[in-house]
């Protein structure tokens, strides 16, 4: 391949462009070339702003993967230090200050989880997880002002986005500091660790330019800038939320199945471009799930492949095969195929009622205790035309009762009303 430095290519590169996953990028062709002659060391930061990552992270994360797949060195940094201070990029508002305690808790937390996607044992390329709490806590105000702070003027930092947009709101000093600090972060990698790449979505631009700017003038060498792009959605809703809220990477905060449906109940306008930013999948696998697409889209068949790869690379097989078992007992209405833990996870945020423990329980008594029927009269009437299942089955008589024996796993009764209206009933 050729290292020419006007036309250099380099095929992670080039995969990356095709994926649409490169935003901006400083000196693009020397870049190339030195991705081609050695292995990078590169990190992407991700502040500690929450228990758990969230599918808005995705992005960054998985091209630390591809970086890292193709023989290079990621570092995942936890923002120990930054997150006490808080990111006004994207943000029109000043954020809450946790305390130092929520901020530690939550560091180990997104540091557990960053191990699923990043290989920490590695032969020759492995990944190394950062805090910048490290080299942030011992700094001193002095030492701060005069080493670093004397490397930025006001005019600079006025004119980066991240700032430039908050000036008509109000921004604090603490948040006007936020962008010297990530400077410092890449300076302290790059001294350190040998780091020569930051990566970041596209809002991050003005904070990786300083830290580029910050290591030019505090001894200088290689070192270059690449974001990503923010991903949008076709219909204008913000990506990563679902009716219930964010999409978190926690399965106790956004089960399985949830997370599946997620992916499933994407826009046959986002899915191709969804398949290329968070799907291994090849650009030949990519077309003929885009040409389904567009001869074939009832099938759905882009979805539930960018379903699957998404959902087994979060959660792995075991993930995957639940998610799937109770979408098709959802489906099917047969929910007495699912284990405890698949049955609370499918029906965590369905309607639920918990009721006290009785050898027999009224139908009717029942759906109004889920609120299913407003009244007696709407009850008998749903249960009698057939709308109403317990367990999975049909039952039309409007006195039945159903035995404790009769609870899934001695604890719960299932209620479907019509094909998609599920409640859950538990026993005090």
Same mark, same amino acid.
């Given at each position: 391949?050729?290292?020419?430095?006007?036309?250099?290519?380099?095929?992670?590169?080039?995969?990356?462009?095709?994926?649409?996953?490169?935003?901006?990028?400083?000196?693009?062709?020397?870049?190339?070339?030195?991705?081609?002659?050695?292995?990078?060391?590169?990190?992407?930061?991700?502040?500690?702003?929450?228990?758990?990552?969230?599918?808005?992270?995705?992005?960054?994360?998985?091209?630390?993967?591809?970086?890292?797949?193709?023989?290079?060195?990621?570092?995942?940094?936890?923002?120990?230090?930054?997150?006490?201070?808080?990111?006004?990029?994207?943000?029109?508002?000043?954020?809450?200050?946790?305390?130092?305690?929520?901020?530690?808790?939550?560091?180990?937390?997104?540091?557990?989880?960053?191990?699923?996607?990043?290989?920490?044992?590695?032969?020759?390329?492995?990944?190394?997880?950062?805090?910048?709490?490290?080299?942030?806590?011992?700094?001193?105000?002095?030492?701060?002002?005069?080493?670093?702070?004397?490397?930025?003027?006001?005019?600079?930092?006025?004119?980066?986005?991240?700032?430039?947009? +908050? *000036?008509?709101? #109000?921004?604090?000093?603490? %948040?006007?500091?936020?962008? !010297?600090? =990530? @400077?410092?972060?890449?300076?302290?990698?790059?001294?350190?660790?040998?780091?020569?790449?930051?990566?970041?979505?596209?809002?991050?631009?003005?904070?990786?330019?300083?830290?580029?700017?910050?290591?030019?003038?505090?001894?200088?060498?290689?070192?270059?800038?690449?974001?990503?792009?923010?991903?949008?959605?076709?219909?204008?809703?913000?990506?990563?939320?679902?009716?219930?809220?964010?999409?978190?990477?926690?399965?106790?905060?956004?089960?399985?199945?949830?997370?599946?449906?997620?992916?499933?109940?994407?826009?046959?306008?986002?899915?191709?471009?969804?398949?290329?930013?968070?799907?291994?999948?090849?650009?030949?696998?990519?077309?003929?799930?885009?040409?389904?697409?567009?001869?074939?889209?009832?099938?759905?068949?882009?979805?539930?492949?960018?379903?699957?790869?998404?959902? +087994? *690379?979060?959660? #792995?097989?075991?993930?995957? %095969?639940?998610?799937?078992? !109770?979408? =098709? @007992?959802?489906?099917?209405?047969?929910?007495?195929?699912?284990?405890?833990?698949?049955?609370?996870?499918?029906?965590?945020?369905?309607?639920?009622?918990?009721?006290?423990?009785?050898?027999?329980?009224?139908?009717?008594?029942?759906?109004?205790?889920?609120?299913?029927?407003?009244?007696?009269?709407?009850?008998?009437?749903?249960?009698?035309?057939?709308?109403?299942?317990?367990?999975?089955?049909?039952?039309?008589?409007?006195?039945?009762?159903?035995?404790?024996?009769?609870?899934?796993?001695?604890?719960?009764?299932?209620?479907?009303?019509?094909?998609?209206?599920?409640?859950?009933?538990?026993?005090?």
């Amino acid at each position: 391949m050729s290292t020419n430095n006007t036309n250099t290519i380099n095929e992670l590169l080039e995969d990356l462009e095709f994926r649409g996953l490169v935003h901006q990028t400083t000196h693009r062709d020397e870049l190339a070339e030195k991705l081609q002659k050695e292995s990078v060391t590169l990190y992407a930061g991700f502040d500690p702003t929450a228990d758990s990552l969230h599918i808005g992270h995705l992005l960054p994360i998985l091209v630390l993967r591809r970086f890292q797949q193709a023989g290079h060195k990621p570092i995942a940094l936890v923002g120990g230090g930054t997150g006490l201070i808080g990111d006004p990029s994207g943000r029109t508002t000043e954020r809450s200050l946790n305390s130092d305690e929520t901020v530690a808790l939550w560091t180990e937390r997104l540091k557990g989880q960053l191990a699923r996607f990043l290989d920490f044992d590695a032969t020759g390329n492995p990944a190394k997880l950062v805090s910048n709490y490290d080299w942030i806590k011992p700094l001193d105000i002095i030492s701060f002002l005069r080493d670093i702070g004397k490397n930025f003027t006001v005019n600079y930092m006025l004119a980066k986005d991240s700032v430039d947009s +908050r *000036l008509a709101n #109000g921004i604090s000093f603490t %948040e006007f500091s936020y962008m !010297i600090l =990530q @400077a410092y972060d890449f300076q302290q990698l790059h001294v350190n660790h040998g780091c020569s790449l930051q990566i970041g979505g596209s809002d991050q631009w003005g904070n990786i330019t300083a830290g580029l700017d910050l290591i030019s003038k505090t001894g200088g060498g290689d070192a270059f800038g690449m974001t990503l792009p923010l991903v949008t959605k076709s219909d204008g809703k913000k990506f990563g939320k679902s009716e219930s809220g964010a999409v978190w990477l926690d399965r106790s905060k956004t089960s399985v199945y949830q997370f599946y449906q997620f992916w499933i109940n994407t826009d046959d306008a986002d899915v191709v471009k969804f398949l290329k930013y968070f799907t291994p999948l090849s650009k030949e696998q990519i077309a003929a799930l885009e040409t389904e697409v567009a001869e074939r889209p009832e099938k759905r068949a882009a979805q539930r492949e960018l379903a699957r790869e998404v959902t +087994r *690379l979060v959660h #792995g097989d075991d993930g995957l %095969e639940a998610a799937e078992r !109770i979408t =098709q @007992a959802l489906f099917s209405g047969d929910i007495t195929q699912l284990n405890e833990a698949e049955l609370v996870e499918a029906l965590q945020d369905m309607p639920s009622a918990t009721i006290e423990d009785a050898e027999t329980s009224s139908l009717m008594d029942l759906l109004i205790a889920v609120q299913a029927a407003p009244s007696r009269r709407q009850a008998r009437t749903d249960i009698e035309s057939g709308a109403v299942l317990v367990n999975g089955s049909k039952v039309t008589d409007a006195n039945a009762t159903i035995a404790r024996e009769e609870r899934l796993h001695g604890k719960f009764i299932v209620l479907r009303r019509g094909k998609k209206n599920y409640y859950l009933v538990k026993f005090a």
